[in-house]
């Protein structure tokens, strides 16, 4: 009826999805807006103006021609006639608006990290927005876990009350692996329900999406979950229910979430803070943290970002303004610490052949198997780098400009610095102890899980890694893991995440020194983390358990720091190291790499560019240029050049100097320089 009287008072058609819901919009004349296209334009491009009959609201998803074809664009505001003639808005896809608070967090993207608005949105919103999809019923997580009523510990009720209390809404939950952050977590939700808010739990990667979901599905029943691997039809369909949902939700998923358009928003957590899953590696190259952060204060939300290992950088930054909220106790009554053995790999009688394993370790994997309790072998290592070692006595070939490893070239035998360029020809008796016992050597997960498949061919045994087929991930296996029906669990960082596996008894970490090999600033964090994340999936319960590390670093600092879990002795000594090395915190990072088809081309670009940015920008520290890690990718020449900056705002303008092409990535704060 009031469809008919709106047309008959005004003479004119009213469109289908107009009389459908006159609350969203009708027509009154012609009106111009600003609209932000989704999807790749021409540089420094942010809006169009278009023109349509009908009121269309900040922030709806509209149709719209650019050129010969159609996009999806979204309406940033309302605007005066222009001087010119406007394309019409097609038509409006969606009633609901997105959420102001998105709109601006998009704006901040595109600024922050010098990226073109419309890649974006396209990062933001879900693909197909213009298709008629059918409904489509999700498949819901078959993941469980035992449902038990459990009561914060002191330790837990005195975290929580901080929390609450704090005017400050940003919180570092800095707890021990054990400690019951994810309770703390679910009493948050609880009470941002009791306001009527919604709240977004991010976790760093799909790995542990099942955990984390079978967790809170045991208290709340308006999980929403989206990660990856669903299919873009379900990504859509959970975005769209987002969109038109009228009661407060818990949205669990990975970094993405966060542009979930839920409206009444109160609460978001970043559990494993620290992960460099957090980081976009795709344009725009965005932290979720720093994106959760801004999203957090124009919704007036609290931000918990939880970790037994934060980032140096951001645990600095937080003592600072006082933020850190310390869980120092484990959550579990009479929970037993792990027995833990380091072995020094350099001694022979902990070698046996070319096994990736101590007759210890062997020892304790058979004993471990015959009590039918599970075993957890973690690798730490992270990319493929190639390391140079004494097998002697541990000395390690590094820069003595950058402090960091050197990478071996076999083909002309040199050991270089990817950081700053820096060179020397590789050494073949040992500098420290004149051993010829020079190493030159790296072992997989594909060559750990042969060996046990070899050595215990009775066990089942899973592998976990970057080469997982679809369906073979920790997300799928996660049941399985749970249940113990996995004997033999290898793999890399995947597993060393959050996992708590109530039949896991022990962890062995054949290579625990790896990453320190890696030529990158961030090296000893990361090893670190890893080590302590692995030495933290035991220890939890009241069940015995022991850590079998094996190092040829095994005086390491980082390595024992990471064996004991002590996080505050790894910070302290990090942190002067990041001083003396002018890194983050202490800095601002910005990573330009070329691509080309021939070295000469690239060597030349990057010297060009390094110069330019040497005489514009007298106060920043020019590194390089100097080959990539990845010096030949796909049939490419990659050359790097590192700014270091005390401001980033002079980064930001740096960007703006770098060719428009698809020869240069960009990338600021970058986690590593890899």
């Known amino acids: 009826m009031l469809a008919l009287l709106v047309h008959r008072l005004f003479k004119f058609h009213v469109p289908a999805t107009v009389s459908r819901n006159l609350r969203t919009c009708y027509t009154i004349g012609m009106n111009y807006y600003e609209v932000s296209p989704v999807g790749a334009l021409r540089r420094n491009v942010a809006v169009l103006t278009y023109v349509s009959e009908l009121i269309i609201r900040p922030g709806q998803m509209v149709s719209i021609p650019v050129g010969k074809k159609n996009m999806i664009g979204v309406v940033v505001k309302k605007a005066q006639k222009p001087g010119f003639e406007c394309k019409k808005i097609l038509k409006v896809l969606f009633d609901t608006s997105l959420p102001e608070h998105l709109v601006k967090l998009h704006s901040w ?21 213009s298709k008629n999809h059918r409904d489509k019923k999700i498949t819901d997580t078959k993941a469980a876990r035992k449902r038990t009523h459990i009561l914060l510990n002191n330790d837990q009720q005195s975290a929580l009350r901080q929390i609450l209390n704090r005017q400050n809404k940003t919180s570092l939950l800095h707890g021990i692996t054990g400690s019951g952050k994810t309770e703390i977590y679910k009493n948050l939700v609880c009470d941002t329900i009791e306001r009527d808010l919604s709240s977004i739990i991010l976790v760093p990667e799909i790995s542990l999406t099942s955990q984390v979901v ?9 999980v929403v979950v989206t990660h990856s691997k669903m299919t873009s039809v379900e990504r859509f369909v959970v975005w769209k229910g987002v969109l038109e949902a009228e009661k407060p939700l818990v949205v669990i998923g990975p970094r993405s979430a966060l542009f979930l358009p839920v409206k009444n928003l109160g609460l978001i957590v970043i559990d494993e803070c620290h992960e460099p899953g957090y980081k976009q590696g795709l344009s725009p190259k965005y932290n979720a943290l720093r994106a959760a952060a801004v999203l957090a204060k124009e919704t007036d939300s609290r931000l918990i970002l ?37 072995l020094d790999m350099t001694k022979r009688e902990n070698r046996r052949g070319d096994s990736v394993f101590s007759p210890i370790l062997l020892k304790k994997i058979t004993d471990t198997l015959k009590a039918k309790h599970q075993v957890l072998i973690f690798h730490n290592r992270r990319g493929s780098a190639s390391s140079t070692l004494c097998e002697n006595c541990g000395w390690s070939a590094t820069c003595s400009r950058c402090f960091l490893p050197l990478t071996l070239h076999a083909d002309n035998f040199v050991s270089k610095c990817h950081l700053c360029g820096y060179q020397e020809k590789t050494p073949t008796n040992c500098p420290t102890c004149n051993s010829t016992g020079i190493i030159h050597k790296g072992v997989g997960t594909k060559r750990i899980e042969e060996e046990l498949k070899r050595l215990f061919p009775d066990a089942h045994i899973a592998r976990f890694d970057g080469d997982n087929k679809k369906n073979d991930g920790v997300h799928e296996k996660y049941q399985a893991l749970y249940d113990g029906t996995v004997d033999i669990i290898v793999g890399t960082q995947t597993i060393a995440k959050g996992l708590d596996l109530p039949n896991l008894r022990l962890v062995g970490i054949p290579q625990a020194d790896t990453g320190l090999s890696l030529p990158d600033f961030s090296a000893r964090e990361r090893t670190f983390q890893l080590i302590s994340q692995a030495v933290g999936r035991v220890g939890r319960n009241q069940h015995q358990t022991e850590v079998v590390v094996q190092s040829f670093q095994a005086n390491s600092p980082v390595v024992k720091f990471g064996i004991n879990q002590d996080y505050h002795g790894f910070y302290e000594s990090e942190i ?23 070295e000469k081309t690239a060597i030349s670009t990057a010297k060009k560019l390094a110069q330019e940015i040497i005489s514009d920008f007298p106060d920043v520290f020019v590194l390089g240029p100097a080959p990539a890690f990845y010096e030949r990718q796909r049939d490419q020449y990659r050359w790097q050049i590192v700014v270091r900056a005390k401001n980033r705002k002079t980064l930001e303008e740096i960007v703006k100097k770098v060719p428009p092409t698809t020869y240069w990535q960009t990338e600021l704060d970058p986690n590593s320089l890899l």
Not at 119 to 128: A, K, R
Not at 214 to 222: D, G
């Open 576 to 598: 002067q190291e990041r001083k003396r090395g002018h890194f983050p915190p202490f800095s601002y990072l910005l990573k330009l790499t070329n691509s080309y088809k021939t």
């Open 306 to 342: 939880g970790s037994a290992t934060p980032l140096v950088a951001d645990f600095y930054l937080a003592k600072q303004q006082g933020a850190v909220i310390e869980l120092n106790k484990l959550a579990a009554k009479n929970a037993i610490k792990p027995k833990i053995t380091l």
């Open 109 to 129: 993207l595109s600024t922050y990290y010098s990226t073109g608005a419309g890649i974006v949105w396209q990062t933001m919103l879900p693909s197909g927005l």
């Open 214 to 222: 079978a967790e809170f599905k045991n208290e709340f029943n308006t």
